[in-house]
């Protein structure tokens, strides 16, 4: 090859060797060795076409893939040598392959490019991350409803505006996470369904003037079918674009979970105890138990936000097709995927290990007239009074309650009766907690009944 220090795969019309600074800038070895993998996978599969379609010869085609599977060996048993003078993982594999095979090597460049290579790589690294994370949120949901099927009648207050509202149950409210992060599936599975084209074949940009099979290695890569445009398929980032969004999604539900456990693990609330596993102890004072991994999981979703941010910003003008500013496209996917993963496993182990309080989760129920709004329905149904006005009955109650200091049930139905006369002793029936949950037995309610309909239906959709 080239007589001089450059690039052994490209210098050939190059004099000198690029600059120190050169290399640093241009080489991404440093991050996309984690595409290695699925380097070698997309290799084999573009191999066994090359030989199919007679392009290259079934004895190259077989020291080709030896090769590749000595590779494969070399990398997960430590031994590959990664260099920085390869620039990235293409370059690094196909200079190996060169090393162990010899001149048979360059021809499984034949009818390719490192552009649709590298966007052939990304996308089956993408779609291994959306099964894993697609996985570690099921186990997450899992987690969340077991938890829930302890705790359907367990009564904590609901909250608007953070202040209490009205009653519910420990279990509907787990669930109501477990909605979140199965909206998200679903995000990464619409992700996952419109990125599965195989890019690879696409050459440079152009396509190729080799009588390639395309729906032989899209097929062999489990893909749906080959990318419909040569020029999209080199410039398209929009599949890892749709990951980070969906990640960053689903990372705000985790966040605001998180930041839910850090209030209720407070002196301030005391609904639950954090396992010692998930949480650290202060080296000043003795006495606190602080919830550091609610709290990096809550603060992780600011850098997902910002890998999505920065891929958007990196793709926003640039002309087609291929640009090395795509380059860029990898450690905020990278990142969001670590990121992300390790808040999904640890929320899991919290979730399942967390001590729940329930007395203290009823006491805190019970505060600031939780049953008013019930009030307000028990005049409707009763006595027939428009709603807008048993609103301000019952508010007047209230008004009276506090006045006396005491709960609604604890009200003199003489003083009630102050406000309306018409109130009878059988609006006493409905002025308790444990009613309050009960009747709320709507489609989506709290109820402990419709919370065990909402976990069936969480368990047949997901045997
Ligand atoms: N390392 C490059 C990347 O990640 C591979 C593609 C290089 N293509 C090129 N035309 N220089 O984008």
Redesign the pocket.
């Known amino acids: 090859m080239n007589e001089n220090k450059s690039n052994p795969m490209w210098g050939g019309r190059f004099t000198s060797s690029p600059s120190e600074i050169m290399q640093k800038i241009n080489s991404?070895i440093s991050f996309?060795k984690r595409l290695a993998h699925q380097d070698i996978q997309a290799s084999r599969a573009h191999c066994s076409m090359l030989v199919s379609c007679k392009i290259i010869n079934s004895e190259d085609g077989t020291k080709i893939l030896n090769g590749l599977d000595q590779i494969e060996g070399e990398i997960a048993s430590g031994s590959f040598q990664f260099k920085t003078d390869l620039?990235?993982i293409?370059m690094n594999i196909e200079n190996r392959l060169a090393q162990i095979i010899g001149a048979p090597a360059g021809k499984l460049h034949t009818a390719r490019?490192?552009?649709d290579q590298?966007v052939t790589d990304f996308k089956l690294w993408v779609r291994d991350s959306i099964d894993q994370t697609s996985d570690s949120l099921l186990s997450l949901q899992k987690a969340l409803v077991a938890q829930a099927t302890v705790h359907t009648g367990t009564i904590m207050p609901g909250y608007t505006h953070l202040q209490a509202a009205q009653p519910i149950t420990l279990g509907h409210h787990l669930m109501a996470y477990c909605e979140m992060f199965g909206r998200d599936r679903s995000r990464f599975a619409d992700a996952r369904r419109r990125m599965n084209e195989c890019p690879l074949g696409v050459a440079a940009l152009a396509g190729t003037t080799f009588p390639i099979d395309r729906n032989q290695t899209s097929e062999g890569l489990g893909f749906d079918r080959p990318t419909g445009n040569s020029l999209d398929t080199v410039s398209d980032r929009d599949f890892a674009l749709d990951y980070l969004a969906a990640a960053s999604i689903s990372a705000i539900h985790l966040s605001r979970f998180a930041e839910e456990m850090i209030l209720w693990c407070s002196p301030q609330f005391r609904f639950i105890t954090l396992p010692d596993a998930f949480t650290t102890g202060s080296s000043i004072m003795p006495q606190k138990k602080n919830p550091d991994a609610a709290e990096l999981i809550r603060a992780k979703t600011g850098r997902i936000i910002g890998d999505l941010t920065s891929l958007l910003v990196v793709m926003k003008g640039l002309p087609l097709a291929?640009s090395?500013d795509?380059?860029e496209d990898?450690e905020p996917v990278f990142d969001a995927h670590d990121s992300l993963n390790l808040g999904l496993c640890a929320m899991q182990g919290m979730i399942s290990e967390m001590q729940v309080h329930s007395e203290n989760m009823l006491q805190a129920a019970r505060i600031g007239f939780p049953e008013a709004t019930d009030l307000a329905d028990w005049l409707v149904c009763q006595l027939n009074i428009p709603f807008r006005n048993a609103h301000a009955i019952s508010a007047k109650i209230v008004q009276k309650a506090e006045d006396h200091g005491c709960d609604l049930k604890g009200l003199d139905l003489s003083v009630m009766k102050t406000v309306e006369p018409r109130i009878h002793e059988g609006i006493l029936e409905i002025l308790s907690i444990d009613s309050c949950v009960n009747r709320r037995k709507s489609h989506g309610g709290t109820a402990p009944e419709s919370v065990r309909k909402q976990i069936n239906q969480f368990n047949l959709a997901n045997k």
Request: proline share 0%; aromatic share 8%.
């Open positions: 991404s996309d620039e990235d293409h490019s490192r552009n590298v291929y090395k795509m380059q990898k």
